[in-house]
Every structure is written in structure tokens, then in C-alpha cells.
């Protein structure tokens, strides 16, 4: 064997050596992140794993927010793999992680996109989806000895997921495999991007609302901190968040903050960012034309509050004032008020400080926790109305007009076939008691196929006294009208009949009545009368149904036997 091809083949090798992953509990979507030289508690806080608190499989979580995720050490490193998560992949993440080393991951997901992922010494060297390695273009940052991996992926037919599950243990040159995913799994709560420092320039509102920025930057450096926290406490009152414990905390400790309480407004800004992608999701993946906006609305709020809050904490007064201001811009516009609060503040930030907090309020009370929760339930029950409204509405057009009552409904395809070509007469038998319904549908099926020739038909003969009668399964139903269709088709005595439909094709009355036979049956007693009677409109044809729906009507009513 030549030396290329047993180096291709030891590649190979060691690829299908990973192959176990997609067969794992991790199957649909995940990641594998291995750190070489790392430890547990430090891995831990790269990847917002909670140590203390461990889940065990088939454990029911607490929180449906907390993704999952099995932190391992093996020989010269750390194995975390995740359950549809992704934060092994994240640039934040593993700048963190291969500080000091090396750092590497593959995700993918349930579309079959697979990302490679290599970190070194607190920077991202590459990172690429596995498909694309065979273009030139892609591989500027890939370390030289992965690139027999690339030949492989390019000529041969290999898992993605263990190919770059191959090209992670190579870079690292830390080997794992299926025991380094146990039965114990430990939440994850998605690292939160670092508040950067604000600077003039760098601000929005150097190039949204210049005046507001001179504004701010003019306010005495001694007055800068109490204008801070008083957009601060604004911002909370406005989002209806100020007596959240969280916030409340942080308001208490603005440009002082702990390192916990850092932690506790990233986590809520990330829950926050959570629901709202949920119901993002819900709304592409369910195709709604709406999503639940009380939902979306109240965790934008809180999402916004995050950073002006982690925006307050900052050590540095300039960035604080300017992040606090601009974040509070966007609380601000979540309740239309976007304009009118840059018009405010401008004003504020010429004020005197004793009368900044007046200046403020003109913007009014902001509504409470308690009123928010009350026009909340007031909206959804509008939109419970309203979706119902719609719904009964289109039911309607369905049953051609007919509101359907529920024992239509049950009465399912045979009141439905009937409300198509004569709604009316629907309304009117749904108002019949069982026992004449079934009496109805008897006379509907011997007059529909008198009429058609077919009721002193030999074959049908032995049905004919059990007909409204039958109890037969759906497998039965099939076999009879079967059974019965081949002998008509048998029988050279049968007077064949045709009309022309609407369409101008010749409709054979003969095979259109003779399913009446089951349908009579039908165990739901308004379901037996309506298929009859529908049964009984597509045989005969328009013009034939007017005198025999007539006649129906007066049977209906006492006038005619």
C-alpha cells in the first residue's frame, strides 16, 4: 500500500472512530467542545455550566430554559457535550475556554449543518461548516494538519458530524469517546455577550441623536452618577420592573455592582432573549400569523432593561451614562415613546438636578406590574375572542353558510357532503329526533335506487330488507359496496341512466346511488339521513333533486309516506 493511501486510510479510521456520536443521546442536534489542559470548575464557568446543580436523565427539568449539557474530564482535557445546544460553537465561549491552550468544537443541527470550531489561546484561529471545506476560499485559519481531513471530506461519502468530531480531537489531541457522555447532565444558562465600554464615538447616538449625545456629555462630571441612576430607576419604573428583586438590587448598587449580581442581569437578559426567540420560532415553525404579543412585549422589556441595568454597572461613568441613556431609548420606544423621550432628556440634561425628576415624569406614570397583567389577560381574552370569531367564520364558509351545531360536527362527512348542495335542508333534519332520522334515511336510499333501477336488481336483493340497518366496519363497507359494484357491472339487465353535470361530463346515476346501500347505515343517526340525501343529489343530478328533496321535505314533515 503506498504512503498516501495509509494515511488516508489511518484518517479514515480515526473518523469512523466518532461515528458513535450521531447514535448517542445527542442525536437531532448538538455539540461536542473539548478544552485540553482544562478543568472542570473553569470549564464550567466558560460555558455557563452550573456544576451544583446536576440533572440526571429522565429527570423533568424545572425550568424549560435551561438546555443541557455532560462536562467530563478525560486524559489531557475536558469533553462537554450538549443537548440542542450550542454554546461550545460560540466565538464568546471559546475565547474564554482555550485561554490557556487550546479549544475546539463541532455543532450541528437538525438541517444538517455541521460547524467546525478551533480556538487558540483566547482567540478563534477558524471556523466553518464541514460542506464547505472543498472550497479554497473557506479554509484560510485551518491548521495544516487537518487539511487531510478536507481530502476527506471532499472525496469521500464521511459523517460530518465525526469527521469534525475527528478534526477537534486531532487539534487538540485529546481523544474522548462514548463513556465521556454519562447519565448525569448539568444546566446551562447561555453566556451573555460583555457589555463593551460606550464612548462617544463609539455610541449610537453619535450618529442617531448627536444634539442628546452633546446634551449628555455637557452634564458637570460630579452630576454624571445620579443622572445615570435616575434614567436608571426611569427605565426600570417604565418597563414595570422596579420591584423585580433583581432589579432592585442593581438600582441599589449602580456603578458599584458585585460580580453576582453581574451574573443574575445577564441570566435575565438571557431568559429574556429566550422567550422571545420562542415565540419567533413558534411563529416560523407553526406558520401563525401572529405570536403571543403580551409574551414577546413583556420579555422585550425585561431584555432591554438588562442592558441598561448591566449598562448602569459599569466602573466608568462616561460609558455608563451614554449605555444607560441609549438602552433606555429602546424601553422607551417599546412603548412608543421613543421621540418623545430624546425630546425629554434633552430638557433633563439642561435642567437643574433638583429638577431632573420632574422633567422626567413628563412622560407620565408609566402603568404597573399588576395594570400590565390586567391588560394582558384583557388582550388575550380579546384574542381568544377574535380567533374564535375567526374560526366560526371560516367553519362557516366550509359548511357553505350552515353554523355548524355539534351534532353536525359529529355527524362529520355525511352533514357536510349535505351542506354543500342544500344547507337548508341540513338545518332542517338536524331539528329531527334520531328515530325519525333513521326512518328518513331508510325512504331516502329505497327511493334512490327505485329510481335509478336498481332496487329489484337480483344481487341486491338480500340487502334490500336490511337497509338502515347494516352495523358493518369500514373494511366491511368497502367489501360490500364491492361485492355489489362488480355484480352490477355483471348484470346486462341493469337500465343504465346518465345526465350531464355542470361541468358537461355524463355522470352514470347507477354507480352514484348505489352507495346509499351503506351509507343508510351510517351509526350516526343525522349522518345516515344527510349521506342518503346528498348521495341521492350527486345521482340524479340537479334538475332531478328539486321534486325529490321536495318530496323529502313533505316525508319530513308528516306530508307524504
Same mark, same amino acid.
Given at each position: 500500500?503506498?504512503?498516501?493511501?495509509?494515511?488516508?486510510?489511518?484518517?479514515?479510521? &480515526?473518523?469512523?472512530?466518532?461515528?458513535?456520536?450521531?447514535?448517542?443521546?445527542?442525536?437531532?442536534?448538538?455539540?461536542?467542545?473539548?478544552?485540553?489542559?482544562?478543568?472542570?470548575?473553569?470549564?464550567?464557568?466558560?460555558?455557563?455550566?452550573?456544576?451544583?446543580?446536576?440533572?440526571?436523565?429522565?429527570?423533568?427539568?424545572?425550568?424549560?430554559?435551561?438546555?443541557?449539557?455532560?462536562?467530563?474530564?478525560?486524559?489531557?482535557?475536558?469533553?462537554?457535550?450538549?443537548?440542542?445546544?450550542?454554546?461550545?460553537?460560540?466565538?464568546?465561549?471559546?475565547?474564554?475556554? #482555550?485561554?490557556?491552550?487550546?479549544?475546539?468544537?463541532?455543532?450541528?443541527?437538525?438541517?444538517?449543518?455541521?460547524?467546525?470550531?478551533?480556538?487558540?489561546?483566547?482567540?478563534?484561529?477558524?471556523?466553518?461548516?464541514?460542506?464547505?471545506?472543498?472550497?479554497?476560499?473557506?479554509?484560510?485559519?485551518?491548521?495544516?494538519?487537518?487539511?487531510?481531513?478536507?481530502? &476527506?471530506?471532499?472525496?469521500?461519502?464521511?459523517?460530518?458530524?465525526?469527521?469534525?468530531?475527528?478534526?477537534?480531537?486531532?487539534?487538540?489531541?485529546?481523544?474522548?469517546?462514548?463513556? #465521556?457522555?454519562?447519565?448525569?447532565?448539568?444546566?446551562?444558562?447561555?453566556?451573555?455577550?460583555?457589555?463593551?465600554?460606550?464612548?462617544?464615538?463609539?455610541?449610537?447616538?453619535?450618529? @442617531?441623536?448627536?444634539?442628546?449625545?452633546?446634551?449628555?456629555?455637557?452634564?458637570?462630571?460630579?452630576?454624571?452618577?445620579?443622572?445615570?441612576?435616575?434614567?436608571?430607576?426611569?427605565?426600570?419604573?417604565?418597563?414595570?420592573?422596579?420591584?423585580?428583586?433583581?432589579?432592585?438590587?442593581?438600582?441599589?448598587?449602580?456603578?458599584?455592582?458585585?460580580?453576582? @449580581?453581574?451574573?443574575?442581569? +445577564?441570566?435575565?437578559? #438571557?431568559?429574556?432573549?429566550?422567550?422571545?426567540?420562542?415565540?419567533?420560532?413558534?411563529?416560523? $415553525?407553526?406558520?401563525?400569523?401572529?405570536?403571543?404579543? +403580551?409574551?414577546?412585549?413583556?420579555?422585550?422589556?425585561?431584555?432591554?432593561?438588562?442592558?441598561?441595568?448591566?449598562?448602569?454597572?459599569?466602573?466608568? @461613568?462616561?460609558?455608563?451614562?451614554?449605555?444607560?441613556? $441609549?438602552?433606555?431609548?429602546?424601553?422607551?420606544?417599546?412603548?412608543?415613546?421613543?421621540?418623545?423621550?430624546? @425630546?425629554?432628556?434633552?430638557?433633563?440634561?439642561?435642567?437643574?438636578?433638583?429638577?431632573?425628576?420632574?422633567?422626567?415624569?413628563?412622560?407620565?406614570?408609566?402603568?404597573?406590574?399588576?395594570?400590565?397583567?390586567?391588560?394582558?389577560?384583557?388582550?388575550?381574552?380579546?384574542?381568544?375572542?377574535?380567533?374564535? +370569531?375567526?374560526?366560526?367564520?371560516?367553519?362557516?364558509? $366550509?359548511?357553505?353558510?350552515?353554523?355548524?351545531?355539534?351534532?353536525?360536527?359529529?355527524?362529520?362527512?355525511?352533514?357536510?357532503?349535505?351542506?354543500?348542495?342544500?344547507?337548508?335542508?341540513?338545518?332542517?333534519?338536524?331539528?329531527?329526533?334520531?328515530?325519525?332520522?333513521?326512518?328518513?334515511?331508510?325512504?331516502?336510499? $329505497?327511493? &334512490?335506487?327505485?329510481?335509478?333501477?336498481?332496487?329489484?336488481?337480483?344481487?341486491?336483493?338480500?340487502?334490500?330488507?336490511?337497509?338502515?340497518?347494516?352495523?358493518?366496519?369500514?373494511?366491511?363497507?368497502?367489501?360490500?359496496?364491492?361485492?355489489?359494484?362488480?355484480?352490477?357491472?355483471?348484470?346486462?339487465?341493469?337500465?343504465?341512466?346518465?345526465?350531464?353535470?355542470?361541468?358537461?361530463?355524463?355522470?352514470?346515476?347507477?354507480?352514484?346511488?348505489?352507495?346509499?346501500?351503506?351509507?343508510?347505515?351510517?351509526?350516526?343517526?343525522?349522518?345516515?339521513?344527510?349521506?342518503?340525501? #346528498?348521495?341521492?343529489?350527486?345521482?340524479?343530478?340537479?334538475?332531478?333533486?328539486?321534486?325529490?328533496?321536495?318530496?323529502?321535505?313533505?316525508?319530513?314533515?308528516?306530508?307524504?309516506?
Amino acid at each position: 500500500m503506498a504512503g498516501g493511501d495509509r494515511g488516508r486510510g489511518r484518517t479514515a479510521a &480515526l473518523v469512523a472512530r466518532y461515528e458513535w456520536l450521531t447514535d448517542s443521546v445527542v442525536q437531532a442536534a448538538g455539540c461536542v467542545a473539548v478544552v485540553a489542559g482544562g478543568d472542570v470548575p473553569a470549564v464550567c464557568t466558560a460555558f455557563g455550566i452550573d456544576p451544583d446543580d446536576p440533572v440526571y436523565v429522565g429527570d423533568e427539568l424545572p425550568d424549560e430554559d435551561v438546555r443541557l449539557a455532560s462536562v467530563e474530564p478525560v486524559t489531557g482535557g475536558v469533553v462537554v457535550v450538549e443537548d440542542i445546544g450550542l454554546e461550545g460553537s460560540r466565538r464568546e465561549v471559546l475565547e474564554v475556554a #482555550s485561554r490557556g491552550g487550546k479549544a475546539a468544537s463541532v455543532y450541528w443541527d437538525v438541517d444538517g449543518m455541521v460547524v467546525l470550531t478551533l480556538a487558540s489561546r483566547g482567540k478563534v484561529a477558524f471556523a466553518g461548516e464541514i460542506d464547505s471545506l472543498e472550497d479554497a476560499a473557506e479554509l484560510e485559519g485551518l491548521p495544516r494538519s487537518l487539511t487531510r481531513f478536507v481530502d &476527506l471530506a471532499i472525496e469521500d461519502d464521511a459523517d460530518p458530524v465525526a469527521l469534525g468530531a475527528a478534526m477537534v480531537s486531532s487539534f487538540t489531541r485529546v481523544e474522548f469517546g462514548p463513556e #465521556s457522555v454519562t447519565e448525569q447532565w448539568r444546566g446551562v444558562r447561555p453566556v451573555v455577550d460583555a457589555v463593551e465600554l460606550v464612548t462617544p464615538e463609539s455610541s449610537g447616538l453619535h450618529r @442617531e441623536e448627536p444634539e442628546l449625545l452633546a446634551a449628555l456629555l455637557a452634564v458637570p462630571p460630579e452630576q454624571r452618577w445620579d443622572l445615570t441612576s435616575l434614567l436608571t430607576r426611569h427605565a426600570a419604573a417604565r418597563a414595570s420592573l422596579a420591584e423585580d428583586p433583581v432589579v432592585a438590587q442593581a438600582l441599589r448598587s449602580v456603578g458599584r455592582p458585585a460580580a453576582a @449580581e453581574v451574573r443574575q442581569l +445577564e441570566q435575565m437578559e #438571557s431568559r429574556a432573549s429566550q422567550v422571545m426567540d420562542r415565540a419567533w420560532r413558534r411563529q416560523m $415553525e407553526e406558520d401563525l400569523d401572529e405570536v403571543d404579543v +403580551e409574551d414577546t412585549s413583556s420579555a422585550a422589556r425585561a431584555y432591554w432593561l438588562a442592558k441598561v441595568l448591566r449598562h448602569a454597572c459599569s466602573h466608568d @461613568e462616561i460609558s455608563a451614562m451614554l449605555g444607560v441613556a $441609549e438602552a433606555s431609548q429602546t424601553v422607551h420606544m417599546l412603548e412608543d415613546l421613543g421621540d418623545e423621550y430624546v @425630546e425629554v432628556l434633552l430638557e433633563a440634561c439642561r435642567a437643574e438636578p433638583a429638577r431632573r425628576a420632574d422633567v422626567l415624569g413628563q412622560l407620565g406614570e408609566p402603568p404597573s406590574a399588576l395594570d400590565r397583567e390586567r391588560a394582558a389577560a384583557d388582550r388575550q381574552q380579546r384574542g381568544q375572542d377574535e380567533r374564535a +370569531e375567526r374560526s366560526a367564520h371560516w367553519e362557516m364558509l $366550509e359548511w357553505n353558510g350552515v353554523r355548524p351545531t355539534d351534532r353536525m360536527r359529529e355527524a362529520g362527512i355525511g352533514a357536510h357532503s349535505l351542506a354543500r348542495v342544500d344547507p337548508n335542508l341540513l338545518v332542517e333534519l338536524d331539528a329531527m329526533p334520531d328515530e325519525a332520522l333513521r326512518e328518513l334515511a331508510r325512504w331516502a336510499a $329505497e327511493q &334512490l335506487l327505485h329510481l335509478t333501477g336498481l332496487l329489484d336488481r337480483p344481487w341486491l336483493a338480500e340487502h334490500r330488507a336490511s337497509l338502515g340497518q347494516l352495523d358493518l366496519d369500514d373494511e366491511e363497507r368497502g367489501q360490500l359496496l364491492d361485492g355489489l359494484s362488480a355484480a352490477m357491472d355483471d348484470d346486462h339487465g341493469v337500465p343504465w341512466s346518465t345526465y350531464v353535470d355542470e361541468e358537461g361530463h355524463h355522470v352514470s346515476q347507477q354507480h352514484f346511488a348505489l352507495p346509499v346501500v351503506v351509507e343508510c347505515s351510517a351509526r350516526h343517526p343525522l349522518s345516515a339521513a344527510a349521506h342518503s340525501l #346528498s348521495t341521492a343529489r350527486e345521482a340524479l343530478g340537479p334538475a332531478a333533486w328539486v321534486p325529490f328533496a321536495d318530496l323529502a321535505r313533505r316525508r319530513m314533515h308528516g306530508g307524504g309516506r
